[in-house]
């Protein structure tokens, strides 16, 4: 059993930079795909960035590719996201999310979710 619980989400000016953190709590296998989703209501969530925790390779949305870093730091069993030149459209809640089977793009593959985080990025 994983848990996740994330952080970092908040109010900032469009432009702005902030940095989302997901603590996983439980075993990570090098197998896993930790990756990062968010959603507006009344739309799907969607895949923002996802890292593969064992080799550590990264993945984006091509909406944030270039502005937002995805990482990790094994010993801490942490995820983070570091976003730069926030966009009114990057607002939404955050999540952040495990897969055991690997690399996927897809929401109904994963099979841990943490609760959510909100950014909201004003003009």
């Known amino acids: 059993q994983v848990e996740l619980v994330e952080s970092g989400g908040e109010l900032v000016q469009a432009g702005g930079s902030l940095r989302l953190s997901c603590a996983a709590s439980g075993r990570i296998y090098s197998s896993t795909f930790m990756a990062w989703f968010r959603q507006v209501p009344g739309k799907e969530r969607e895949f923002v960035a996802g890292?593969?925790?064992?080799?550590?390779?990264?993945y984006y949305a091509d909406a944030v590719k270039g502005r937002f870093t995805i990482s990790r730091v094994s010993a801490e069993n942490t995820v983070y996201l570091q976003m730069s030149n926030l966009k009114t459209d990057d607002t939404a809640v955050y999540y952040c999310?495990?897969?055991?089977?690997?690399?996927?793009?897809?929401?109904?593959?994963?099979?841990?979710w943490g609760q959510g985080t909100q950014v909201t990025v004003s003009s």
């Open positions: 890292i593969r925790w064992g080799v550590g390779n990264t």
């Open positions: 999310a495990a897969d055991r089977g690997g690399y996927s793009r897809m929401s109904s593959t994963f099979d841990y």
